[in-house]
């Protein structure tokens, strides 16, 4: 292997996104698509247009957010009588009927997980075009953190299914998934998107850019 | 069709040689990875993300562990999931009925969301181990494993059945005044197949398949 004592060989190489493989890419052939011989998979040395993307995933995701707190997730219609459900009153139920630690669940998976995940996005998404140095290794393991997390927002869409499920087939009441669970699909979709596109080595090149 | 390959017997353990270089994937600092115990695990120097992990047996158990989430995955699909009792009516259900009522409700977007999380994408988590693994414990090349490879770790994240656990949790407590809930063999399958399929998944020494499956035209 040749020496590294200078950047100028690192800057080359680049690990495949899909297997991991190290591979080096011809200098100035940006135009050029190299795949990895190992896996066959397009190789970049960053996750392409990443701060663009997450940035567009993550606003999206934002808008989505409102409507999905808004507009109910589900709709109980028994006895003539609809009765309708966001995200929120769903949780207060649990809370009313004595369950709190499934409330706390509940409230945490999808009303502060998709929000923590928002603005942890987006303060890492400022940091990184700001080149901070602040707090590397912190900040990469936030990330891990919102990668990881993301998926409990889920939770609720999951609640809605199972009793559309138990509950339309019987004839004393029908229960319909409502116009918030849409959004709130989309807010869970979208923030996945967001983390998936984010480059946790961007942390590391704009602090090292501004190191010198 | 298959190709038996001279180069690599058929084995339970697959090494990788130490001293081989890696970026790590969090922070892109260049490392070499040196000798790894089994069990053991090699750190990014910088950023402490996990660069590698060795697995001891790692072929055997995951392929195992992948052949009974298979097993479970169709109990899961078969018999009945959850059933509600309510004034002696009784309505069964399966996996897969909240993912069709949805959908004949009029909200395809949920009810393919539900799919692809709960069903297809374990589906395919289990289907891809079994088809990569299996030939490279039986020592063949199977055409197509170095693709449903890179499928499998595009598929993991949407793969969320612990999850959805705790949406059927939250449901009967919902439910708990209104009506009796029954639940059925498929459900304890799927809580069964949660920590095997996690166990599958962890026990995978990636690397070291890469370097059998890879390199092929």
């Not at chain 2, 353990?13 to 994937?25: R, S």
């Not at chain 2, 097993?71 to 309510?86: C, G, T």
Request: some cysteine.
């Amino acid at each position: 292997m040749t020496p590294n004592s200078a950047n100028s060989s690192v800057e080359n190489l680049a690990s495949c996104h899909d297997c991991g493989f190290v591979v080096t890419l011809e200098a100035g052939a940006h135009h050029v698509k190299t795949r990895c011989p190992r896996c066959r998979a397009v190789v970049h040395r960053r996750k392409p247009d990443s701060l663009n993307r997450t940035w567009a995933l993550v606003i999206t995701a934002a808008m989505l957010y409102v409507p999905a707190n808004i507009f109910p997730v589900m709709k109980v219609i028994s006895f003539g009588k609809a009765q309708e459900d966001t995200i929120l009153s769903g949780a207060i139920y649990l809370l009313v009927h004595g369950m709190w630690p499934l409330a706390l669940i509940v409230f945490f998976a999808s009303v502060v997980v998709p929000l923590l995940k928002l603005i942890s996005l987006s303060f890492l998404l400022i940091s990184v075009q700001r080149g901070s140095n602040w707090r590397l290794v912190e900040r990469t393991k936030l990330y891990h953190v919102v990668e990881a997390v993301g998926r409990w927002s889920m939770t609720d869409i999951y609640v809605v299914t199972i009793l559309v499920a138990l509950v339309s087939l019987g004839n004393l009441a029908t229960i319909e998934a409502g116009m918030g669970a849409v959004y709130f699909a989309g807010v869970v979709v979208m923030t996945m998107l967001a983390a998936e596109s984010f480059d946790p080595r961007l942390i590391w090149d704009r602090a090292r850019e501004s190191n010198g | 069709m298959f190709r038996f390959s001279t180069t690599t017997p058929s084995g339970a353990e697959l090494v990788v040689p130490p001293g081989w270089l890696t970026l790590c994937h969090a922070c892109d600092l260049l490392s070499r990875v040196g000798e790894v115990p089994a069990g053991g695990t090699a750190r990014c120097p910088r950023c402490g993300s996990v660069v590698y992990r060795r697995i001891r047996d790692s072929l055997d158990r995951t392929l195992a562990l992948a052949l009974a989430g298979l097993f479970l995955f169709i109990a899961a699909n078969a018999f009945p999931f959850l059933a509600l009792k309510m004034q002696g009516n009784v309505t069964d259900t399966t996996l897969s009925t909240g993912v069709s009522a949805l959908y004949e409700q009029g909200s395809p977007i949920v009810a393919s969301l539900v799919l692809l999380t709960t069903i297809v994408a374990p589906f395919l988590q289990i289907a891809s181990l079994i088809f990569v693994l299996g030939p490279l414990r039986l020592g063949i090349r199977v055409p197509g494993q170095l693709h449903v490879f890179r499928l499998l770790r595009r598929v993991q994240p949407w793969s969320m059945m612990e999850v959805f656990i705790m949406g059927v949790l939250v449901s009967l407590v919902k439910l708990l005044d209104m009506a009796q809930i029954v639940p059925g063999i498929a459900l304890w399958s799927f809580v069964l197949l949660i920590p095997v399929l996690a166990a599958a998944t962890s026990s995978l020494d990636a690397e070291s398949v890469w370097r059998r499956v890879g390199f092929v035209r």
